[in-house]
Each structure stands twice: as structure tokens, then as C-alpha cells.
């Protein structure tokens, strides 16, 4: 049981340091790995050491930094605003078009930026003064973007996404790439179920049609922003490319494996950074003091998750050298009769209740390994259980009172973030953890 108890030091590492400390999470997972390298007893600096090279080696730890480093860019050039424009025209003048126009662009940026806090600041800085000028309260405001902080995460390539996918329960038995396609389409219902929910709040609380002044003519906000449409497309070329049916057409025209030959999470983001530059050369940093300035922002950025993937994926192998897998397979033997059903409300409402202190990323560091395991032992397929997961910690926006995106989007608004505590909960943290409920017993499609 020496794994099993190591796991437990490393949830229990990572909460004290990062909830009750309040430090950050790259702190949290460096203590959580050296707390769970000590469980190896005299074998510990071989153990560690041989994890953290490991962790320094992987093409995981290497597409969380280049997506960190591509999302900064392509915020700075200016292409989620000329996004938000194309939305605006689309759907301003109809009631409710801020809310829902806050809604999709939420979705388009996530998937690119994926943090929740981001997600808000961004977003939030142009639609919430939008929103309030179409009728609605700050309150409603603040509640529709808090509620849309989330959805990054369920997107493909979060820090979250690439922790649960080298926890050791998980690494053993899913690809990578694999769950590439898995985790759009999970990006995709959870924005559907935003949409639902902007629907719901419309009617209910009063959100009008959009300022005229607002509202661009959708040819000149088209023409000035389809490029940026551009740049998102771009990361269908490597998905396409190494996915069925066409990675077969190619591997048997070029007589290799494509899907080998091309490790999908090295290539999407150099083919969407490379996009970005094109399409936005015009707007990229000139001479070398700006770009100094844009690494010199980044670079926090880029120590913070390289720690943090790096802790993250050396603790997962020590844990994998004592033996987890093996010593987890009794103790999940319970749940092996339990239908999917009880299995994913009774995991659901854990993760729900450790993501209230917790940040996304904190709580599937925290507990994904195990709730994996927990799915997976009542018969839920391994790459539905990845996205219940993801969909259930995704919920850092909506889980008062420590979800940090809601003061953020009540600081936008003015308002006290108290008044959004009871609405975001029943608007957003009860359909969210519904809705990873419904992917776990398979009422939503997911691709394998």
C-alpha cells in the first residue's frame, strides 16, 4: 500500500500548499513530488531523479509551454477582438446577442488560452460593458462570464489536459492523440450547454438586444477579421492529418505511419503558431525592445507551467514505480458492480466539492488519478472517464467561494461578487456537474 499512501501525501502536498498556503501551483506540485519521491525510501534520488528526466523528455511537457507561449501571442495581435466583432454582427441585434456573443467567444478564446481567469479579463473586458449596456444587470454580467471561465479547460491541450493525461492511471492506457477529437466535441457540448444556459438567463433576468453603436455591419467586421478564423482552422490540418480515414490514405501513399511520424502534440502547436505569425505578421511586436517586452510577460507564464508539467509528470512515474496500478486494482474492486451511473454522481460531486477551493488544473493533479481509476473499475470507457473528469474540474468559474474567474468578472462589472454566488451555482456548477454526468453514461456522444 506504500503507493497508495504516497498518492494520498501527494493530494494532501498539493492541497496545503496551494489552498491553505496560497501558493501557486507550481510550488504545490514540486512539494508534491518530492513528498512522493520520499516514499521510495532509500531508492528516493534514483526514483525522483529518474521521474524528472522523464518529465524534462516529454512532448507533454513541451505543447503545454509552445500552447502558453502561441496563446499570448494571438491575444496580443488582437485577434479575440476582431473574433468578438464577427460574433457581434452575427448575433447583436437579435435579445440577448452580448450573452450569447460572451458565450461563443468564451468558447473560441478557451480553446486557444484555456485559463479561466483569462478567459474572463479578456472577454469579459469587452462583452460585460456590452452587456450592461443592452439591459442587463452587472450582476447578470458577472454571472454569464464566471459561468464561461471553464469551458477552456474541457478543450484540448489545457495544463489540465495534459496533467490527467500523464497522471499514472491514465498514461498506461490512453494515447495522446487519440484524445485530441475526444476532448473537441467535450469543448463543444459544454459550450452548447453555455448556450442553453445564456438562453435560460435571457429570458429570465432581461438581457436586451445589443447598443446599435455596438454592433458592426457583418461584411466590415468579416473583412477585417476572417483571417483569425484562419488561424483556429489551422489546427485541423495535424488532427486531420493523423486521424482516420485520411492518416490511412497518407501512411499508405507514403508507405510510413503518419500518426507515428507526426506527433500530433508537437505539431499543433508549431502549425498554429505558425499560422498565427502569418496571418497576423502585421500585427506581431516590431524590433526587438517589443518583442523583449512580450517574452519578458511570458515568461512567468511559460516557468509557471513548465514546473508545473514537470512535477506534474515526474510524480505521476514515481508513483507508477511504486506500484500504484496495481495496489489501486483492489481497492477500486467495489465499484466494479456499481452502475455508471452512481459511480459518475458519486465521483462527479467529489470533484465538484475539491474544485471549490481548487483551481482546475490544482484539482486533477489532485484527485484525477483516482477518479479515473474510480470510472474505469465501473465499467466507463477510459476516454469517456478523461472527459467527465475534465468537464466535472472545469467548474473553477462556478464554485464559490474560491473560484478566482467570478471576482474578476465582478470587478469588471462593479458589482459585490457575493450577489453571484447562489445564481452561478444553480445557472452553471449544477448543469456542469449534470452534463459530465450524461457524457459518463453515454447520453452524449463522444468519439473514441
Request: glycine letters at 10%; charged letters at 10%.
Amino acid at each position: 500500500m506504500n503507493a497508495v499512501y504516497a498518492l494520498v501525501a501527494f493530494i494532501a502536498a498539493i492541497v496545503l500548499w496551494n489552498a491553505v498556503l496560497k501558493r501557486n501551483i507550481g510550488e504545490a506540485m514540486v512539494v508534491g513530488f518530492l513528498v512522493t519521491a520520499a516514499f521510495a525510501g532509500r531508492d528516493a534520488l534514483a526514483v525522483g531523479w529518474q521521474g524528472l528526466v522523464d518529465g524534462l523528455k516529454s512532448e507533454i511537457t513541451f505543447a503545454a509551454l509552445a500552447f502558453v507561449f502561441v496563446s499570448e501571442l494571438l491575444t496580443r495581435t488582437g485577434l479575440v477582438q476582431r473574433l468578438v466583432d464577427i460574433l457581434s454582427s452575427v448575433l447583436g441585434r437579435r435579445r440577448g446577442g452580448s450573452a450569447y456573443a460572451a458565450t461563443v467567444a468564451s468558447g473560441l478564446f478557451g480553446a486557444v488560452a484555456h485559463n479561466g481567469a483569462a478567459i474572463v479579463a479578456t472577454i469579459g473586458s469587452i462583452t460585460i460593458p456590452w452587456m450592461k449596456r443592452s439591459g442587463a444587470s452587472g450582476e447578470t454580467a458577472a454571472l454569464v462570464l464566471s459561468g464561461n471561465a471553464g469551458v477552456g479547460a474541457t478543450f484540448p491541450f489545457s495544463g489540465a489536459f495534459f496533467i490527467l493525461l500523464a497522471a499514472p492511471t491514465v498514461l498506461p492506457v490512453l494515447g495522446t492523440g487519440g484524445m485530441v477529437a475526444t476532448m473537441f466535441v467535450t469543448g463543444a457540448w459544454m459550450v452548447v450547454m453555455r448556450l442553453i444556459v445564456a438562453y435560460a438567463i435571457v429570458a429570465r433576468r432581461g438581457v436586451g438586444a445589443m447598443n446599435p453603436a455596438d454592433v458592426h455591419p457583418f461584411r466590415r467586421s468579416f473583412r477585417a477579421g476572417w483571417t483569425s478564423l484562419l488561424v483556429l482552422a489551422s489546427i485541423a490540418v495535424p488532427v486531420l492529418l493523423t486521424a482516420p480515414p485520411t492518416s490511412d490514405l497518407v501512411s499508405a501513399h507514403t508507405g510510413v505511419s503518419v500518426a507515428k511520424e507526426v506527433p500530433l502534440l508537437v505539431w499543433l502547436p508549431v502549425v498554429l503558431l505558425l499560422a498565427g505569425l502569418l496571418v497576423e505578421r502585421r500585427s506581431l511586436p516590431s524590433g526587438r525592445a517589443q518583442w523583449w517586452e512580450l517574452l519578458g510577460r511570458v515568461g512567468p507564464k511559460l516557468g509557471l507551467v513548465g514546473v508545473t508539467m514537470i512535477a506534474a509528470f515526474a510524480a505521476s512515474n514515481v508513483l507508477s514505480t511504486l506500484g500504484l496500478g496495481a495496489q489501486l486494482t483492489p481497492l477500486l474492486a467495489g465499484l466494479t458492480g456499481v452502475s455508471p451511473l452512481v459511480a459518475a454522481i458519486v465521483v462527479g460531486l467529489v470533484i465538484v466539492v475539491v474544485a471549490g477551493p481548487l483551481n482546475t488544473t490544482s484539482t486533477v493533479a489532485a484527485v484525477g488519478p483516482v477518479a479515473f481509476a474510480a470510472l474505469t473499475a465501473a465499467g466507463i470507457p477510459p476516454h469517456v472517464a478523461f472527459a467527465a473528469i475534465l468537464v466535472w474540474a472545469s467548474s473553477e468559474g462556478c464554485s464559490p467561494p474560491g473560484a478566482a474567474p467570478l471576482y474578476v468578472a465582478a470587478g469588471i462589472a462593479e458589482i459585490n461578487p457575493v450577489r453571484v454566488f447562489v445564481p452561478v451555482v444553480l445557472y452553471y456548477l449544477l448543469p456542469t456537474l449534470l452534463f459530465g454526468v450524461l457524457l459518463a453514461v453515454g447520453v452524449l456522444w463522444l468519439p473514441s
